[in-house]
Each structure stands twice: as structure tokens, then as C-alpha cells.
């Protein structure tokens, strides 16, 4: 079971980023995928959640309305497209499989696969 994440980078505030994320190792179409991230002296938190068909998600109120999840199944993978980043946005971002089909939580416990996450720095 693996996942890999890339995209992350530096950028200025009010810039933009793309995330992706790729599975290998397990039908991970059957799966709720997630975003979670971690900033400098943080705990980790979610960010946007899923469903296997992509057609449900979910987002943390911090990024509503600025990050749009994805999910390409044919290619196991999902994406984050996060806009108008703010430097509090600066964060290690990871992906996560869930164990539902269709319940996207917000809780760590809920996920039991993990990427070794991407760095986003934020710069004013």
C-alpha cells in the first residue's frame, strides 16, 4: 500500500497549487480519500474529504470555497486544487484512505492509509 504526494511548493499569497496524490496497491476507488495538513506547531487537521464516486466531498471550513478536491479512479489518484492561498495555509499536506465508502469524516481515526505528505510554504 502506498501513496505519494507531490505538488507542494512555495507561493505567494494569493497564488495557487495543484496536489495530487497517487495510490498503488489497493482498490482505492472502493475508498472515501482524503486531505489532511499539519502547520508549523499544529496538530494535524482535515481539509477536504471524497467519496469513492467523487460525487460527495467535504471541506474544512478554513478552505471552503478556495480548494477543490478531486479524484480520477481510472489513474487512482486524487488531487487538491487549492486558490487564493493564504499563509496560514502553509502546512505539511498529506492524503489519507478512508474506511467508508461514502462517510467522509473529518477524524484521523477514519483513515487508515497515509501519504508521506508535501510541503506548502505561504509567503507574504
Known amino acids: 500500500v502506498q501513496l505519494q504526494a507531490c ?16 495510490a498503488s496497491g489497493r482498490t482505492f476507488t472502493m475508498y472515501v480519500m482524503g486531505w489532511f495538513r ?18 460527495s466531498t467535504h471541506y ?3 478552505v471552503k470555497g478556495r480548494f477543490t478536491i478531486s479524484r480520477d479512479n481510472a489513474k487512482n489518484t486524487v488531487d487538491l486544487q487549492m486558490n487564493s492561498l493564504k499563509s496560514e495555509d502553509t502546512a505539511v499536506y498529506s492524503c489519507a484512505v ?18 508521506q505528505g508535501t510541503l506548502v510554504t505561504v509567503s507574504s
Open 98 to 115: 478512508g474506511n467508508s465508502a461514502y462517510y467522509i469524516s473529518p477524524k484521523e481515526s477514519e483513515y487508515d492509509y497515509w501519504g
Open 7 to 22: 505538488g507542494g511548493g512555495l507561493v505567494q499569497t494569493g497564488g495557487s497549487l495543484r496536489l495530487s496524490c497517487a
Open 60 to 62: 474544512a471550513d478554513s
Open 38 to 55: 499539519q502547520g508549523p506547531g499544529k496538530e494535524r487537521e482535515f481539509v477536504a474529504g471524497i467519496s469513492r464516486s467523487g460525487m
